[in-house]
């Protein structure tokens, strides 16, 4: 059984940095595709990035390219998310998600993750 665990979030000031971890278990970790998401309150799930753990490939969306850094340590199984400098539209709850996709689909659609973790809040004050 995928399983998939947040952790990092909390109450932060702006400007502040997190790193956010999500441990993996129950899958062969190097042949999935792990990707971080959020959703605010009201809004729509929104995707921040992905990475292919097999060869370190990453995919930023647009919107969050320049403050958001993903990676992986394929020996803890655990793919992380460096938000610096946070800013108080970033509160949200961050999920981690993951899929086996063939290396020819990149980057995976959200609706293609198959195993999401529970979320861990991310809260900035101003």
């Known amino acids: 059984e995928v399983q998939l665990v947040e952790s990092g979030g909390g109450l932060v000031q702006a400007g502040g940095s997190l790193r956010l971890s999500c441990a993996a278990s129950g899958f062969t970790f190097d042949e999935y595709a792990v990707g971080w998401f959020r959703q605010a309150p009201g809004k729509e799930r929104e995707v921040i990035s992905q990475?292919?753990?097999?060869?370190?490939?990453?995919y930023y969306a647009n919107s969050m390219k320049g403050r958001f850094t993903i990676s992986s340590d394929n020996a803890k199984r655990t793919v992380y998310l460096q938000i610096s400098p946070l800013k108080p539209e970033d509160t949200a709850v961050y999920y981690c998600?993951?899929?086996?996709?063939?290396?020819?689909?990149?980057?995976?659609?959200?609706?293609?993750?198959?195993?999401w973790g529970q979320g861990t809040q991310v809260t900035v004050s101003s």
């Open positions: 998600a993951a899929e086996s996709i063939p290396l020819s689909m990149w980057p995976v659609l959200s609706s293609d993750f198959g195993s």
């Open positions: 990475i292919r753990v097999s060869n370190g490939i990453t």
